[in-house]
């Protein structure tokens, strides 16, 4: 199957040298401008992870159409590390009040082995009430819950990537260990509006980065953060180090939704996502003549939605909301754009360098040599 993406960062940047990779090894490296593209066997296309030095782990969901998928991926900056001593008691706050503590010697490397000396940590909070960065949240937004029930939608309050390393491998807890960690509450409410309260018991996932699934294991408490933007963060206990995620699995309602104003050989691909004032939720999929989208319910999602058609693209979006089990909506688009036509005037001056050739002298001449046009796009 054929897979193509681009990767950016959350300013919009692209990012090449990005090594795109599955259980079978590294598929592909983006270009200079952001772009892979690769072949994967069908039944391991559900999911990819990208990696780069500096940023955080990513891993994205495939969606497959025609036997072929197209994926947009954010990879955000990891935080610069501190050294601290694994001999010793380790007790950190970083950014947005992420915070985790362990006992002294509690870290192992990946063979098992216990680990002595300096370390190095990274803390990586994501603040998912920011639009842009909510792009960083790694995985899809479903799991399953600590009953082993498939939830098919979770929403965020904040995530955040805790890794340890040393000499560039990554540590964790050893049989046995655990820390106590700290995410902060990005957003304040929850699903039906209450606010957040000290106090409050909210689910903890962690990332299964193979599936990119996340998993819940534990259930921790709202603690007063005075670095947290919300000046609150769930406190809980974990016993390994990877993404870990405050989140709640919601209400659910399934939204049929019919696009409408497309011509015969439209493909249809459609972005949703739950507005910053209530836990965070997000998903991508394709439409047909009546797709059902299971979305949160009883909150207010941003539908966005792009069709490209033998005449051009086709463009639709609103936000909706979905009150009960099941609901309808008919999306309605515009369209065919007209083509952006871009033109580039300039001049291009001439002017002389010697150019000279060691190997013969008498051939040493003047050329011209044609400087770079430079002027405004118009």
Not at 329 to 346: A, K, R
């Amino acid at each position: 199957m054929s897979v193509s993406g681009l990767v950016r960062t959350p300013e919009r940047m692209v990012l090449e040298n990005v090594e795109v990779y599955n259980a079978d090894g590294i598929l592909a490296t983006s270009d200079s401008t952001g772009v892979v593209s690769f072949s994967v066997e069908a039944d391991k296309a559900s999911s990819i992870r990208l990696r780069k030095s500096a940023y955080a782990a990513q891993t994205v969901m495939l969606e497959i159409n025609n036997g072929r998928a197209d994926f947009s991926a954010t990879l955000g900056k990891r935080n610069t590390p501190v050294t601290v001593n694994a001999d010793a008691a380790i007790d950190i706050s970083g950014i947005s009040g992420a915070a985790v503590s362990l006992a002294a010697g509690a870290l192992v490397d990946a063979s098992g082995n216990p680990v002595t000396g300096a370390v190095q940590l990274s803390i990586t909070p994501v603040d998912v009430s920011d639009d842009d960065e909510l792009g960083v949240f790694p995985g899809a937004f479903a799991g399953t819950d600590i009953d082993g029930n498939a939830a098919p939608v979770i929403m965020s309050y904040g995530t955040v990537e805790y890794q340890f390393s040393q000499n560039g491998n990554e540590l964790n807890l050893a049989d046995g260990q655990s820390a106590t960690i700290e995410i902060p509450v990005f957003i304040a409410n929850h699903p039906d509006g209450t606010p957040i309260q000290i106090g409050d018991t909210g689910a903890l996932w962690y990332l299964n980065e193979t599936s990119g699934q996340w998993v819940q294991e534990n259930v921790g408490t709202v603690v007063a953060s005075i670095d947290a933007p919300t000046g609150m963060a769930l406190q809980a206990t974990v016993t390994h180090f990877s993404w870990w995620n405050h989140d709640i699995a919601p209400q659910l309602c399934d939204l049929t939704i019919t696009p409408s104003g497309l011509p015969d050989d439209a493909e249809v691909g459609l972005f949703a996502r739950t507005q910053n004032d209530r836990p965070r939720s997000g998903s991508t999929t394709f439409l047909d003549s009546g797709t059902t989208v299971t979305m949160p319910r009883g909150v207010d999602v941003y539908l966005e939605s792009t069709a490209r058609a033998s005449d051009g693209l086709y463009r639709a979006s609103t936000i909706d909301r979905c009150d009960g089990e099941a609901g309808s909506l008919v999306l309605d688009f515009t369209g065919p754009e007209s083509p952006v036509i871009f033109s580039f005037t300039g001049r291009v001056k001439p002017y002389f360098i010697l150019e000279l050739d060691p190997a013969d002298p008498s051939n040493t001449h003047w050329a011209v040599q044609r400087a770079r046009p430079s002027s405004p796009w118009s």
